[in-house]
Each structure stands twice: as structure tokens, then as C-alpha cells.
């Protein structure tokens, strides 16, 4: 009797350790396929920009007020914000999204 209580312990590990595997890798396709959205709704908003759309354009500017970290900034062409600046903005761009 023990030996089949063993044996099934063992298939229970195994099927848990297949669960989670397929988990994870369900996990990793979804945060490609939400990093793929955000790559191709960025592209779609940046060439709205440059053709001069009124909405895309008001959207950049509402970026100056969200954006934070000067690396982010920088990719925008946005001034880095002065030190005592940086958690007014963080304050108000979490409350613009609520």
C-alpha cells in the first residue's frame, strides 16, 4: 500500500510541476503578446504625430505631466523635470488616471 501512496505522490508532484510550467509559459506569451500591443499602439500614435493629428498631439503633450524618470523624458524630447518636480508629477499623473 505504501508503495502505490508513493507512486501516486510522486505523479502528483510530477502533474504539479507540468502545471506550472504550462503556467508560466501561458504567463510569458501574454506579457509578449501586451509588450507587442504597447510597441504597435506607440508606432500608430507616434506616426499620428508626425502627421500633425489634433487628439495624437494632445495626447504628447498630456505625456510631459505622466512621465517621470528623466530616461523616459529623454525619449520624448522632454526636459528633465527639476528634483523637488518629480513627485508633484508622479502625484498628479496617478491622479489624472484614476
Excluded: C, N
Amino acid at each position: 500500500m505504501t508503495d502505490r501512496l508513493e507512486k501516486l505522490k510522486k505523479q502528483q508532484a510530477q502533474i504539479k510541476a507540468r502545471i506550472q510550467s504550462l503556467e508560466a509559459g501561458q504567463k510569458t506569451r501574454e506579457r509578449k503578446k501586451d509588450m507587442q500591443r504597447k510597441i504597435l499602439f506607440g508606432a500608430y500614435m507616434l506616426q499620428r504625430v508626425k502627421e500633425g493629428d489634433r487628439v495624437a498631439l494632445e495626447l504628447q503633450a498630456k505625456l510631459d505631466g505622466y512621465l517621470t524618470r528623466d530616461h523616459d523624458r529623454a525619449l520624448f524630447e522632454l526636459p528633465p523635470l527639476p528634483k523637488a518636480e518629480e513627485g508633484k508629477a508622479a502625484e498628479k499623473a496617478l491622479a489624472e488616471t484614476a
